[in-house]
């Protein structure tokens, strides 16, 4: 018998890039689940050979907006670990910052702007302004501190170039790093207390099931978003360059994004991954809201990522005025330029929504072959595997919201498919 | 041009690219809410669901054309839109993905990164048939342009406010070398550094050299472009030919892949 398409999102609402969700039936039980991402190709990997390092940079930060930072970091890492390039602290923590920015950005866009709206069923963050009138301002506010940091370190709030191999083009000034200093106080508050709203959310339970969770282990046994190593939830780590091991890149009819599996299993990066394999080492507020709000559910049920996501913002927050104390305590530095010609690297950083990974092969300082693995490649399969369980489950409800419901379970996983949400449609035949 | 007698319908419509022409948007945070209050914003999916629209006044279209799904939405939205604008580079001039005429190369992309035992897999209907990046321009017409990747405030609001007043908005006439001079920063050039400021659309308040890093050109060009003065210029400071082609054609589209040929 034929498979019956019974539920259609032709584009996804809400998520950065182009993607829908289909949902076939069989035999009236859920046969198959297809997230089909239908950005088209743009084979970034091909079009950086013969680039040189510099114009590669460039050019990967460009796969996407909202994790600029991450790709271009990423990027350098690789490139600095192939060439045998040694950067100064404070270049180092200058970088941390630059991060911890992007995740401010990224992280209150996503669950403000994209996830909120779904809770009290309004179409976008913006038609909540009359009703939610200070949460609103506060997230409009809260994300310009991201971005308006974001630039002050990158040159533009989105691909910015002043991220160089070797350092940064312009240092900020002590002046300018007072400010966001200051600020970082004051939203930590705001945050905070956002946090203790959200938890009296009520979070959808229809999608629950095992799975398998993958970050990178910062190598100071700290809390952190990169690391020489990567820790899987069944206990296994790996150094970050068997990364193709952990992912198994494979090529699916339905999607120019590529799909993951680990040990032929579906697997989930993010936020959520953080939290559960490395959250007991976070520290000040952030750890007593993960205290107070981490429980076995967040195993069996994507939709708490949004909250792993708000804490990470919370700690990003109070490291960000100990940290810029850091960096004025240490002198300016030039940006090194003295690195070998040739090499390989591969380097890991968490992008806000999960691990990505970047690998160069560079000769004469051109770039002979790259490999770029993005978070969202990732987690498909695992987004496909939790709306299959949700469609079982509220079909056989025949569950009014359904296609909202399933929406959910994919916005929560904050895709980048330089991707939206367009509309769901429910296609009963 | 349509007439102002009501806020005008307004649609923001992305193919591919890195979505960063609607981020953009959605990053200038002091000017947000009028952004979605002064005009009646009926479609913009990074930001927003249940929208379904008949017709737009003005359809602001970011990204480059790269599946045949994708041009035949895109010939949808050319016949629902009064006002059509190309945003950002990619719908420009087909962003960092353009690859010209040049068929040979896009089989060769495709099997480097989508190939399976020599062979480009077949995709589903359900995604489109891919095809090599072209700016939306060469399929549909465009009745004004907005470049930059991403798209700056700067050159965005003014010829967005002038579209939803029904107005005309004029082009915006400098290259990024003049910005630059009114910023009051030093020339990368005259340092024998490297800089595509003279012959790059401006439109950005010259970011990135005020910033102390070069302009990498990401506006694509300025219509009055000397490229021939510009390739001598940089192999003065050492760059070879080849070189200065390259970092030229990075964001240059079209316009300059046929000026470079000669052809323009």
Not at chain 1, 5 to 30: C, F, M, N, P
Not at chain 1, 48 to 66: F, M, P, Q
Not at chain 1, 125 to 144: F, G, N, Y
Not at chain 1, 338 to 364: C, F, Q, W
Request: glycine share 8%; net charge negative.
């Amino acid at each position: 018998m034929m498979s019956e398409k019974i539920i259609s999102v032709d584009v996804l609402a809400r998520v950065e890039g182009d993607g829908g969700i289909q949902v076939y039936t069989k035999d009236g039980k859920v046969d198959k689940v297809l997230v089909d991402i239908f950005e088209g190709p743009r084979m970034i990997e091909a079009l950086v050979r013969g680039k040189t390092i510099h114009e590669n940079i460039s050019l990967v930060a460009r796969i996407c907006a909202i994790c600029t930072v991450s790709h271009r970091n990423a990027s350098i890492s690789a490139i600095e670990k192939a060439l045998k390039v040694k950067v100064p602290e404070k270049t180092q923590l200058l970088r941390h910052l630059w991060h911890y920015a992007e995740y401010i950005e990224s992280h209150v866009l996503h669950v403000y702007y994209l996830a909120l709206p779904d809770f009290f069923k309004q179409a976008s963050a913006i038609a909540m302004l009359p009703t939610h009138t200070d949460t609103v301002v506060e997230a409009v506010v809260m994300k310009k501190y991201g971005t308006e940091l974001m630039k002050l370190l990158h040159g533009r709030k989105i691909h910015g170039e002043n991220a160089l191999i070797g350092g940064f083009g312009r240092v900020p000034t002590d002046e300018e790093l007072d400010y966001f200093a200051e600020k970082a106080v004051e939203f930590k508050e705001k945050i905070s207390a956002f946090i203790e709203v959200w938890g009296t959310l009520p979070i959808p339970d229809y999608c629950e099931r095992e799975t398998q969770f993958m970050c990178c282990n910062p190598a100071n046994g700290k809390f952190g978003f990169e690391g020489e190593t990567i820790l899987i939830s069944t206990g296994e780590e790996y150094p970050v360059e068997d990364y193709k091991k952990l992912t198994n890149e494979r090529v699916v009819e339905h999607s120019y994004a590529k799909r993951s599996k680990y040990n032929d299993k579906p697997f989930t990066v993010g936020a959520l991954a953080r939290l559960i394999l490395i959250g007991d080492r976070l520290t000040g507020e952030a750890k007593e809201k993960f205290d107070k709000y981490y429980n076995d559910k967040w195993k069996v049920n994507p939709i708490y990522n949004n909250m792993a996501q708000l804490i990470e913002a919370l700690w990003c927050f109070e490291q960000i005025p100990g940290l810029i104390d850091q960096i004025k305590a240490l002198p300016d530095s030039e940006i090194v330029t003295n690195y070998e010609m040739d090499g390989k690297g591969t380097a890991a950083v968490e992008a806000p929504r999960g691990t990505l990974y970047h690998s160069y092969e560079i000769k004469d300082h051109k770039i002979v072959h790259a490999d770029i693995i993005t978070p969202t490649a990732q987690f498909l399969d695992d987004v496909e595997e939790f709306i299959k369980t949700a469609a079982e489950k509220l079909l056989a409800e025949d569950n009014p919201d359904t296609e909202l419901q399933l929406e959910m379970i994919a916005r929560a996983y904050d895709p980048c498919i330089s991707c939206s949400c367009h509309m769901v449609k429910l296609v009963k035949q | 041009m349509w007439k102002r007698e009501k806020k005008p319908v307004v649609g923001v419509f992305g193919f591919s690219g890195c979505a960063g022409d609607q981020l953009a948007i959605l990053h200038m945070e002091d000017e947000l809410v009028d952004f979605f209050t002064s005009a009646d914003i009926k479609f913009f999916h990074m930001a927003q669901s249940h929208q379904e629209v008949e017709h737009v006044d003005i359809a602001l279209v970011e990204g480059s054309i790269n599946t045949d799904k994708q041009l035949a939405e895109l010939k949808e939205i050319r016949k629902k839109a009064d006002i059509v604008v190309a945003l950002g580079t990619c719908a420009t001039h087909g962003g960092i993905q353009y690859l010209g005429d040049n068929e040979k190369e896009f089989e060769e992309r495709m099997l480097l990164v989508y190939g399976k035992d020599g062979k480009i897999p077949e995709f589903s209907e359900l995604v489109g048939n891919p095809i090599p990046a072209k700016p939306i321009h060469k399929f549909i017409e465009v009745d004004f342009s907005i470049p930059g990747c991403p798209i700056a405030k700067e050159n965005f609001i003014p010829i967005y406010t002038k579209l939803i007043s029904g107005l005309k908005p004029s082009k915006y006439p400098y290259p990024v070398c003049i910005e630059c001079k009114f910023q009051g920063n030093d020339c990368f050039l005259l340092h024998g550094e490297y800089c595509l400021g003279p012959v790059t659309a401006g439109g950005c308040d010259a970011c990135c050299p005020t910033f102390g890093v070069p302009c990498v050109g990401c506006f694509g060009a300025y219509e009055g472009a000397n490229f021939e003065s510009m390739i001598e210029k940089l192999i003065e400071i050492g760059l070879t030919e080849e070189d200065a082609k390259r970092k030229l054609m990075m964001f240059g589209g079209e316009a300059t892949e046929l000026a470079l040929k000669g052809e323009k």
